[in-house]
């Protein structure tokens, strides 16, 4: 749970008043900080964003005041802190994907008090800036680099993020790991620090839960039934976290690592167990596109389908891409139907069609009743389709990149 209470956050010379609540989250700071008088600019930082909680924002002669819905089951830094330390690791190292962020037209700074951290360990921006117009005023990959280390070091040590940004992360006595972050040069090698500590980790603490278990069946063998049942007890949590968490959590830093190398079969290898529901936003941008990526097409039609993969895509179009990559097709055309999009909806069912033509297991009758249902479809939806581009090209805004998709095969 998100702890509750008032909080001031200083950073960059500017007092942030936080009141946490279980569903919302307040920011206030003084109208003096915005260096505009059209308030009303600051409502373009209401955007949509996977990173971004959702905002609203209210303002009067005094201050300005930002209002964050939280999603539920939020952790607050303690819960992180009381977590195994191979936990920890992994959420820290969750930071990185703020970089993405840039894309924005905002600015933002990553003090712990004011990121909410999902129950998945998912990171997400509350408060954020306008260039020029409040703070932070300014910000470049440099100072997000330097934030991310004093982030790190600040959960992982307790430290105090803003002595660290200001001055102490030079000086601060540090374990060995700790230092090798410190010196860094870049985010990847970072997020590579953190991966090789996360997995050395987990190799050390799945000993100790192994030992811990052998201790339990010694002590439990001569002991009473009621005994042997709390045994139980304890015993299923732990196969939880070893058998289902921990390769969950593997998966999603091994396809990091893949997407970071350009590795794009592989990560579309590494995540093949996971269901489409399980997986953050993050790692469905990070599946579609490396299945485009792979897919059996030119380059042109690759290059029309990337058009439309970015971060801020919908998560329905994304599991399109992913349907398709695992050659669900059924499921492609269900969530292209869901997305209206004509296009898509040939694509699955040419897909589909292929992948009844070569099905072995069918019988004949089977196969050209299947057949028969998919032509039909087919033919439907491609009228459609030319009657929809006859029309949008009789008014002159046609594109080729429309046609080009459509009739891939």
Request: net charge negative; aromatic share 10%.
């Amino acid at each position: 749970m998100t702890e509750a209470g008032e909080l001031n956050v200083s950073f960059g010379g500017t007092t942030y008043c936080y009141e946490k609540g279980e569903e919302e989250w307040k920011v206030r700071i003084p109208r003096s900080e915005v260096a505009t008088q059209e308030v009303k600019r600051l409502q373009l930082l209401n955007l949509q964003h996977p990173l971004l909680l959702e905002q609203s924002v209210s303002w009067d002669e005094k201050e300005i005041v930002f209002r964050y819905a939280l999603e539920t089951h939020g952790l607050s830094l303690e819960d992180v802190r009381k977590k195994c330390f191979s936990e920890q690791l992994r959420i820290v190292s969750n930071v990185l994907d703020l970089e993405a962020c840039f894309s924005l037209p905002i600015t933002f700074f990553l003090h712990p008090e004011t990121l909410f951290i999902s129950k998945n360990g998912l990171l997400k921006l509350s408060y954020r800036g306008l260039p020029h117009v409040m703070p932070p005023r300014e910000m470049n990959q440099e100072d997000f680099l330097r934030q991310v280390k004093c982030f790190v070091v600040a959960v992982l040590s307790e430290m105090e993020y803003t002595a660290l940004y200001e001055g102490s992360l030079e000086v601060a006595k540090l374990p060995t790991y700790l230092n090798e972050i410190v010196e860094a040069p870049s985010s990847e090698e970072i997020r590579f620090l953190l991966e090789r500590a996360y997995q050395d980790q987990l190799a050390e603490e799945a000993e100790e839960f192994q030992l811990v278990s052998k201790k339990h069946y010694r002590l439990y063998k001569y002991s009473s039934l009621w005994a042997s049942l709390a045994a139980c007890a304890l015993l299923f949590p732990l196969l939880y976290f070893i058998f289902l968490r921990t390769p969950y959590y593997q998966a999603l830093l091994d396809a990091d690592t893949s997407f970071v190398k350009e590795d794009y079969s592989g990560l579309v290898t590494q995540l093949s167990f996971l269901q489409i529901d399980d997986l953050p936003y993050t790692q469905q941008y990070q599946l579609a596109y490396s299945v485009v990526k792979t897919l059996d097409v030119s380059e042109e039609q690759r290059d029309v389908i990337m058009q439309n993969i970015s971060m801020k895509s919908k998560q329905l179009y994304l599991r399109f891409w992913i349907e398709i990559g695992r050659e669900d097709y059924e499921g492609a055309l269900d969530t292209a139907k869901r997305l209206e999009d004509i296009q898509l909806i040939l694509y699955a069912l040419d897909k589909r069609a292929t992948q009844v033509r070569k099905d072995e297991h069918l019988s004949g009758k089977e196969r050209e009743t299947l057949m028969d249902k998919l032509q039909k479809d087919i033919a439907d939806y491609r009228k459609q389709w030319q009657e929809a581009t006859a029309s949008t090209d009789s008014s002159g805004t046609g594109t080729s990149t429309t046609r080009t998709l459509a009739s891939s095969d």
